[in-house]
């Protein structure tokens, strides 16, 4: 089974821009989440999707939006970027069965830099 | 709200010795909790998880007991190698909350020969 993987690992925008980062989820599952981890700190949930909707959302402002599409993959959309956004963005997928949550495994991340 | 606290690293060990990282946690109701690793440039591995009160987890020579009473998960293994360097994450996960993870700040470990 193939695990999860991101794209790009590493991307530079500059201040005010858009950016789009993506996430093929493992197979066999269907919630994909995604997190930001600011250096030196621990990841914080931005959202979760399952079957193509936002299924919850951490502290973040409407700027972070995202998508799930069929296939279970995602993308994480930030747009009108701050310097503050700098962080690596780390994609899990799950198989969520009612109200429990299964296999949740990480990808290796994006390290976005904002300048 | 739902929080975690780690012992602030780095720790910095000699090779064989033993090892604890301190985790506590506050939640409402009743939680998963999870240790995981990352290594340098890499992303999150999950280590172990114990699910309910006096579960043990364990995994590669790691362990870690969830207790309900003082409301910890600490991290422990009897003997530490240079390669366990790397940082670890104390998580919790809730049932029914979308089962997003509430990490801790983490605990860069630094294991020398």
């Known amino acids: 089974e193939t695990g999860v993987t991101q794209s790009p690992t590493h991307l530079i925008k500059t201040r005010g821009q858009q950016v789009t980062l993506r996430c093929s989820s493992q197979s066999g599952h269907n919630t994909v989440s995604w997190y930001q981890q600011a250096l030196g700190q621990g990841p914080q949930f931005i959202f979760q999707y399952y079957r193509e909707e936002e299924n919850g959302r951490g502290n973040f402002p409407p700027r972070f939006s995202g998508l799930q599409f069929p296939n279970y993959s995602s993308e994480l959309n930030v747009n009108a970027l701050e310097l503050d956004d700098s962080a690596l963005y780390l994609c899990?997928?799950?198989?969520?069965?009612?109200?429990?949550?299964?296999?949740?495994?990480f990808g290796s991340g994006t390290r976005l830099t904002v300048v | 709200g739902n929080s975690v606290t780690q012992m602030e690293g780095p720790v910095t060990l000699s090779e064989e010795a033993f090892l604890t990282i301190n985790c506590t946690y506050t939640?409402?109701?009743?939680?998963?909790l999870f240790w995981y690793v990352q290594y340098p440039g890499e992303g999150l591995q999950l280590l172990l998880k114990a699910t309910k009160a006096d579960d043990k987890g364990s995994n590669k020579g790691f362990e870690a007991t969830y207790r309900k009473e003082t409301t910890s998960f600490h991290l422990e293994k009897g003997s530490v190698q240079v390669s366990d360097s790397a940082v670890y994450f104390c998580a919790l996960g809730l049932t029914g909350g979308g089962n997003k993870l509430t990490f801790g700040t983490g605990t860069q470990l630094k294991v020398e020969l």
């Open positions: 939640a409402t109701g009743y939680p998963s």
């Open positions: 899990a997928s799950s198989l969520k069965e009612g109200n429990y949550n299964y296999g949740y495994t």
